[in-house]
């Protein structure tokens, strides 16, 4: 079974601090994608992937940068971390299916991060 | 400016009966549509997805249904058991090759026994 890790579940960060948040995929997918999930606004994309290296722009990406080194590893880093990121944060990997019959996105349990 | 709209923030259904949770979007280039399902401090599950070139596809209890003219899309679950109580979010890419999903704000269903 596919699995998409994400390294804590419960987070809790004062403001200021620099902030990673680490997500680890098995199932070799070149596309990876970071969103947050808020009361009322639904997923909204942060940063995705394509590549080891490439990145690009979700929709809110202000106050977020990511880091792909390796292709199994996409981490969302909060550079000085505010009330506002305060959130569940999500990661995907997407990628074919085996028999190459559907495009599948599966997600990690999420981070509670909360921003005190 | 959303694209992808999902215009009830909740429904409830007995036991039994069907749920029918509905989604629109305005981008004509959305080519690929996909329903989750997310219990609270979990991540989404995948529920099942359709194609543009379908208006119909089928997976046990769930049933999307497609209708391009209308850029609406609905998810019908029959019958409905407790266990379906979720938030359901409703999402599109622009390529089936894996861009990145866009989502709508989520309908929570509450089935009741």
């Known amino acids: 079974d596919v699995k998409v890790t994400q390294s804590s579940r419960y987070l809790v960060k004062r403001t200021g601090e620099k902030v990673f948040l680490e997500c680890v995929q098995d199932?070799?997918?070149?596309?990876m994608f970071w969103y947050r999930q808020d009361p009322g606004l639904g997923l909204r994309l942060i940063y995705f992937?394509?590549?080891?290296?490439?990145?690009e722009k979700g929709d809110i990406p202000e106050g977020y940068s990511v880091s792909r080194e390796k292709k199994e590893r996409f981490s969302l880093i909060l550079e000085s971390a505010s009330t506002n990121q305060t959130s569940m944060y999500l990661c995907?990997?997407?990628?074919?299916?085996?028999?190459?019959?559907?495009?599948?996105?599966?997600f990690g349990s999420g981070t509670r991060l909360t921003v005190v | 400016d959303q694209q992808v709209k999902q215009n009830s923030p909740s429904l409830s259904v007995q036991e039994g009966r069907i749920s029918i949770l509905n989604c629109d979007y305005t981008?004509?280039?959305?080519?690929?549509f996909l329903w989750y399902k997310k219990y609270p401090a979990e991540g989404p599950t995948f529920l099942i997805s359709?194609?543009?070139?379908?208006d119909k596809n089928e997976d046990g209890r769930f049933t999307v249904f497609l209708n391009k003219s209308a850029k609406h899309l609905s998810l019908h679950i029959v019958p409905s058991q407790p266990g379906d109580s979720a938030v359901y979010f409703c999402?599109?890419?622009?390529?089936?090759?894996?861009?990145?999903?866009?989502f709508g704000k989520g309908t929570t269903l509450s089935v009741s026994s």
């Open positions: 995907a990997g997407g990628g074919w299916q085996r028999d190459r019959s559907n495009y599948g996105y599966t």
């Open positions: 199932m070799d997918h070149e596309n």
């Open positions: 992937s394509y590549d080891v290296k490439m990145k």
């Open positions: 981008n004509s280039m959305f080519d690929y």
């Open positions: 359709i194609s543009s070139i379908k």
């Open positions: 999402a599109a890419s622009k390529d089936q090759a894996g861009t990145a999903l866009i």
